[in-house]
């Protein structure tokens, strides 16, 4: 291998494409060269007890497995579809992410140096710390009846008390749900009354950049909601941070206690529950291509070990020597797996950041990485190209020496987006590891290794251990050799996701039916001449703006819920910053005219019943829609029509009323 910033790789660089990881990088590695890789992988698709039974082994179990260690059934016609890893063991991934290391002599390694909106605004957070902190929360949980198997549901910002309230359902046996805080009132409400907790975890308000969050507020408007639908949550847990005299928010007697009152005074010891690997660990609401967003679920065994695996081999995380960062909320996959979790397991010292990247300034990552020495950076694309717009002066002036590795995931990176990261902000000495997966998977799928993976600009590389991805085409064939087509994966890996939580058809429905046998990803790929993994994109309603998923139809129910809206068309369009941004096509009811006003209120209405996030850029107004002979919307004419491609509009000799597409043409910009 040679040095990535030398001449000769440069050179080489520019002629096939491929960067190849820096010497220091290699000599650390936990997997060294492509032959090391290669090697491993074959071992985990041809004795997976052997292989995983050695990974798990790393961790603590109360009981061993039986074996095999993964029993399953993907195929949807041999009967339901079941996965279980780990049958028979018994564990608890708090304990491993926290006791563990105290136990081990490290309780006062940090675990979370916490950054604040605002700079000057921080804590430091000791492994002992976070016991104590976990099993204060623990016991107020179980003060309030909370037990194995017991919903909770936390919508929170990203301080120090979210992983370590998620750790502590964990640790109790109960299922945490974590809502990110950008959702609206009505959006939490719909997860509270899926997953039904008794008690709510939140925050009074927070800051993010320079906008106030007033978390409890919404947490209140919430509960009035489901109460109105007919759940009551009876105990809510509320961490004082702005005050809410600032912020909004009341305190119902009887029902609402806070941080100081219930948990500060609680004893620091409680033991754990050692649960089943296949008791549920969490729910985490995602959006698919219909309906209402669901709750993937979860479990202890599988999650743990896939958690583990992945943050070390991906990351090379050394505990003793790295500080590492990844910038996701916990209210997102990413933030479970790569901020609660997986580094916790290995006993690592991460940053957590509760602010924005631009907020004061465009330059606020980088002061942060000098400020603790950040190793190992992890971040999103939208991240990545929104700093890249703000001009390389923002990163240059700080030193950024500390930086070895980096890291990609929520949607495809851009090759020129990849450059900058590469370039400028690595200084060309750190490898990118641009990892695909889903909140599905639990965990990294495709990635490439840090001392094994010769790079490719925008390219995911290859699968990691156990992973056995298969390109389809439209038929479900199987494709060879270089191809693009539609990813699935061949069998299950440990962290894969278990059900839909209360709803094991949909589960069967939206991942095993449409190839029976495999796993559908709903991802488009391309695979190349070197086995290299391109993914290109959802081949579903599914879309991705800045790297949060958001269904077509979510945003479409939240637009007729306005009461002159008679139908909606949601696409995407791409955006320089965001990826995709969401583009609504609207039909009103007769006797309603289109207004600016009108326009205000639609966004507004997505805002109120998704969140902000998925507020439309682009409302064009549509008298009638493009739609088949049986009353199918033709989204493909929609989205050639919002991208000023209506010369591209291939077949449209299935549109009941071709006369629609030129009318649309002609409102574009009204
Ligand atoms: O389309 C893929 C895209 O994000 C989807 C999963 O979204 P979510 O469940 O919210 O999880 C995001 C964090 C893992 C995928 O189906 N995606 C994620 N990572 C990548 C990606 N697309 C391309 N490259 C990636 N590295």
């Given at each position: 291998m040679s040095d990535a910033g030398d001449q000769k790789t440069k050179e080489q660089a520019s002629i096939d494409d491929k960067f190849f990881p820096p010497d220091a990088i290699v000599e650390r590695a936990y997997v060294q060269g492509l032959s090391g890789y290669k090697d491993l992988y074959e071992r985990s698709l041809s004795d997976p007890d052997s292989f995983w039974s050695e990974q798990a082994e790393t961790l603590t179990w109360h009981k061993k497995w039986s074996s095999p260690i993964c029993k399953y059934n993907l195929n949807i016609e041999n009967g339901p579809v079941n996965i279980s890893w780990f049958d028979g063991a018994e564990t608890n991934i708090s304990w491993n992410a926290v006791d563990r290391n105290v136990e081990a002599g490290l309780g006062d390694r940090v675990a979370f140096y916490w950054e604040g909106n605002?700079?000057?605004v921080e804590r430091t957070v000791t492994y002992a710390q976070l016991k104590s902190m976990v099993c204060r929360i623990a016991n107020y949980l179980k003060s309030v009846?909370?037990?194995?198997g017991d919903d909770v549901t936390l919508y929170m910002s990203l301080v120090p008390e979210l992983p370590a309230a998620m750790a502590t359902c964990a640790r109790i046996g109960a299922i945490h749900s974590v809502v990110f805080g950008g959702f609206s009132a009505e959006a939490l409400a719909d997860r509270i009354l899926d997953s039904t907790p008794n008690v709510v975890i939140t925050v009074s308000g927070t800051m993010r950049g320079p906008k106030p969050i007033p978390l409890k507020a919404i947490v209140d408007e919430a509960l009035q909601i489901s109460e109105g639908k007919g759940h009551t949550v009876h105990h809510v847990l509320m961490l004082e941070q702005l005050p809410l005299s600032d912020v909004g928010g009341s305190m119902k007697a009887g029902r609402d206690v806070t941080w100081r009152e219930?948990?500060?005074?609680?004893?620091d010891d409680c033991p754990v529950e050692w649960m089943p690997a296949e008791a549920p660990l969490f729910k985490l609401y995602t959006s698919g291509s219909t309906g209402k967003p669901k709750g993937v679920l979860h479990t202890a065994g599988g999650y743990m070990v896939g958690a583990m695996v992945t943050t070390k081999f991906v990351f090379d995380v050394q505990p003793v020597s790295d500080v590492y960062w990844c910038t996701a909320d916990c209210g997102w996959i990413t933030g479970h797996t790569y901020v609660t979790y997986g580094p916790l397991l290995l006993g690592a010292t991460q940053v957590i950041f509760e602010g924005v990247p631009t907020w004061p300034d465009a330059g606020r990552c980088w002061s942060i990485v000098d400020k603790y020495k950040v190793t190992i950076f992890y971040t999103a694309p939208t991240a990545i190209r929104a700093l890249h717009a703000r001009g390389d002066a923002f990163v240059t002036r700080y030193s950024r020496a500390s930086l070895r590795l980096l890291g990609s995931v929520g949607e495809p990176i851009n090759p020129e987006a990849w450059r900058w990261y590469y370039e400028v902000v690595g200084g060309g000495r750190c490898p990118i590891m641009d990892t695909w997966w889903q909140t599905e998977t639990g965990s990294h799928m495709i990635t490439p290794l840090p001392g094994a993976t010769p790079l490719k600009p925008g390219c995911a590389t290859l699968p990691f251990f156990g992973v056995e991805p298969a390109v389809l085409d439209e038929k479900g064939n199987e494709l060879q050799g270089p191809c693009e087509g539609i990813l699935v994966i061949k069998r299950p890996w440990p962290?894969?996701?278990?059900?839909?939580a209360g709803d094991h058809k949909r589960f069967e429905q939206t991942y095993f039916s449409a190839f029976k046998g495999y796993y559908f990803t709903g991802d488009g790929c391309r695979r190349d001449s070197d086995g290299y993994y391109w993914i290109t994109g959802r081949v579903d309603d599914v879309l991705n703006v800045s790297g949060h998923r958001i269904g077509t139809a979510e945003v479409e129910s939240a637009l007729v819920s306005?009461?002159?809206?008679v139908e909606a068309a949601v696409v995407a369009v791409e955006h320089a910053i965001k990826g995709q941004s969401i583009y609504a096509f609207v039909t009103l009811m007769t006797g309603s005219e289109p207004s600016d006003a009108l326009r205000k209120e639609l966004i507004a209405t997505v805002r109120k019943v998704i969140?902000?996030?998925?507020?439309?850029d682009v409302i064009h107004w549509a008298p009638g829609l493009p739609k088949t002979r049986s009353g199918k919307i033709m989204r493909r004419v929609l989205r050639k029509i919002a991208a000023c491609e209506e010369d591209q509009l291939g077949d449209t000799s299935t549109l009941a009323d071709p006369s629609v597409v030129q009318q649309l043409v002609e409102l574009r910009g009204k």
């Open positions: 605002d700079e000057g009846g909370v037990k194995r219930a948990v500060d005074s609680q004893p962290s894969m996701m278990r059900t839909v306005h009461p002159v809206c969140g902000p996030f998925a507020a439309p």
